[in-house]
């Protein structure tokens, strides 16, 4: 087979590269030069200590955050350049948060609508179409014109998973998805997340579930005070955690 080394293939850049970030609130740092790449397809779990930067690292990945150094490149584009489409960014990256947040006055067709044919450019009918396709493999397709109070926390969830999706990002984050659900209600999102990182979804997720992470991740990152302290498989992880304070957080969330 040829091969041409010196000219990497597309597939070879990772979709996501964070580089040296460093974010304060006032004196507080609360990420101090954290580099990481997410490759297309991949899912990278980041675990932690409350207070550890996990939320603020995922808000800084589409921009909710200013930082006060380094680079973080999405499809080789710095997003922090005055050049950069930040409509375009949060397009491509769906975004799911531990309250629902799913808008109350609309049924869940109307929510999963709403953007796509605003901000997509889709018509009604086309937007219709998916929500209907991503409802059936949410589970939720007997749900359509339910509203937000008439659902379930678990069932909630889901539809802004599956809101997020109706925008066909190209990489979801995950913000303790599962932490505001009662516990026989966590499952479900877990399988319609399995489900997402099956079909070759890139995820960045942030749970304390640490038997999904176990299952669901290619890579976890262990972040505490701001910094990534230690990184790789599952395995390593869980079965050979190096670092004391990874030991000390897996003791006591095992508990
Ligand atoms: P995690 O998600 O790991 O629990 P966060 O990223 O939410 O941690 O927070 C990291 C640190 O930054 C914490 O010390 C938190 O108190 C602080 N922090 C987060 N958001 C703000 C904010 N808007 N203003 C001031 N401090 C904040
Ligand atoms: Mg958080």
Partial sequence: MTTFSS????????????RGVRKSYGSLHALNNVSFNVMEGEKVFLIGPSGSGKSTMLRCLNRLEIIQAGQILVEGKDIYDSTCD???????????????????????????????????????????????????????????YAFPDELSGGQKQRAAITRALAMKPRIMLFDEPTSALDPEMTGE?????????????????VTHEMGFAREAADRILFMDQGEILEQGSPHDIFSSPQHPRLRSFLRQMSR
């Fill in 86 to 144: 930040i409509c375009r960014l949060r397009q491509d990256m769906g975004m799911v948060f531990q309250s629902f947040n799913l808008f109350p006055h609309l049924n869940v067709l109307e929510n999963l609508i709403l953007c796509p044919v605003r901000l997509r450019g889709m018509t009604r009918a086309e937007a219709a179409d998916l929500a209907d396709a991503l409802l059936r493999r949410t589970g939720l397709a007997d749900k359509k």
């Fill in 189 to 205: 999102v877990l399988d319609v997340m399995t489900d997402l990182a099956r079909d070759g979804m890139t995820m960045v997720v």
């Fill in 7 to 18: 000219v990497p293939a597309p597939s070879d850049a990772p979709l996501i590269s964070v």
